[in-house]
């Protein structure tokens, strides 16, 4: 036990670090608790006469009975820690003035909405829109809640919340309009108008160095070949007819919708309009609908790496 000194010390010092920097939460409160605990059953066995076994699950009970009820619980805790920090952030960035949110005087770093947005995220998710009646009015709580349907996930309540806040929410120093990678969802329609075409292809797409990601479909008088090529943002649909030796091929680039789409979601279920194409070629009318899609930035230029598409089709008369 005197060995396992050293090493309570720097569990408790890893925690702390933690904690300084990022608040408590719900994890960090039980890192902290067991080391508490350790501490305890270290110290007992160090200076006891009496070496008791039964102490090591009595600490853990008393432990487990703190940190799931009352002022003290990992709950209740977490939330003061979070809200506290929260509220220290707005202040920092001029956002919140003797109790009032308001506009910031300067543009807010992209560390600081980073910070921010990353506490937002937290709250939200672990107790809920309410927590932050505190700043915001409860009519704005309300309708923001209730333009987001749960399907939706939280990220729109998230995204929402930010703004009424005063700055855009940016969810991962990796994801969203300042990031390198780029990760889109499509809202589910609730069906597909397909009037005027013949056909609807789904298709699925992955792109690598060297994989060919396309997809063949044989319909009743042409083939119609779907792919993404390899390190670019470009999906390519060609169009073969029996007896004709012209390849028709429709090249739709996503990068400029995408970069326009970054900067309004960020990220959450977008309309399903919004990544609809309409091309044509030779004597063929297509109608691309983008349901999801991943990808990252290399030296400014977007490489797809997957795509989740429909693609409605039709042969001129």
């Known amino acids: 036990y005197r060995l396992m000194v050293p090493l309570v010390i720097m569990l408790f010092l890893a925690i702390r670090r933690r904690i300084i920097d990022y608040g408590v939460t719900e994890p ?12 305890i059953v270290v110290l007992y066995f160090m200076l006891s006469r009496r070496k008791d076994i039964r102490v090591v699950p009595i600490t853990l009970f008393c432990l487990a009975i703190v940190g799931a009820y009352g002022p003290l619980s990992a709950s209740s805790i977490s939330t003061w820690s979070q809200t506290s920090r929260l509220e220290s952030l707005l202040i920092e960035n001029g956002l919140l003035k003797d109790g009032v949110i308001q506009k910031p ?25 309410e927590v932050f009646a505190k700043w915001l009015p409860d009519s704005a709580l309300k309708v923001a809640v209730a333009n987001y349907p749960a399907k939706e996930g939280s990220y729109a ?3 929402t919340i930010a703004r009424l806040f005063g700055f855009e929410y940016n969810w991962s120093p990796y994801f969203g309009p300042e990031g390198n990678f780029v990760s889109m969802w499509v809202e589910e329609p609730s069906y597909l108008d397909v009037a005027g075409y013949d056909k609807m292809l789904s298709c699925n797409f992955t792109s690598g160095d060297k994989a060919d990601s396309a997809e063949t479909f044989s319909l009743e008088n042409f083939t119609c070949r779907a ?12 169009f073969v007819v029996p007896g004709d030796t012209t390849n028709w091929e429709l090249r739709v680039d996503l990068a400029e919708r995408i970069e326009q789409l970054r900067g309004v979601y960020n990220p959450r279920s977008i309309p ?29 230029k977007l490489e797809l790496t997957s795509l989740r598409a429909q693609i409605l089709v039709r042969k001129k008369s």
């Open 272 to 300: 399903q309009d919004s990544l609809r194409f309409d091309r044509s070629v030779g004597a063929f009318d297509t109608r691309l609908f983008v349901r999801s899609l991943y990808g990252e930035k290399h030296d400014g």
């Open 28 to 39: 960090r409160y039980v890192v902290v608790s067991l080391a508490v605990g350790l501490s």
């Open 227 to 238: 792919s993404l090529l390899p390190k670019s943002s470009v999906a390519l649909i060609s």
């Open 157 to 159: 309540v998230n995204d």
């Open 105 to 129: 005087e300067t543009e807010l770093s992209l560390d600081a909405r980073r910070s921010m947005s990353s506490v937002i995220a937290y709250l939200n998710d672990s107790r809920g829109p």
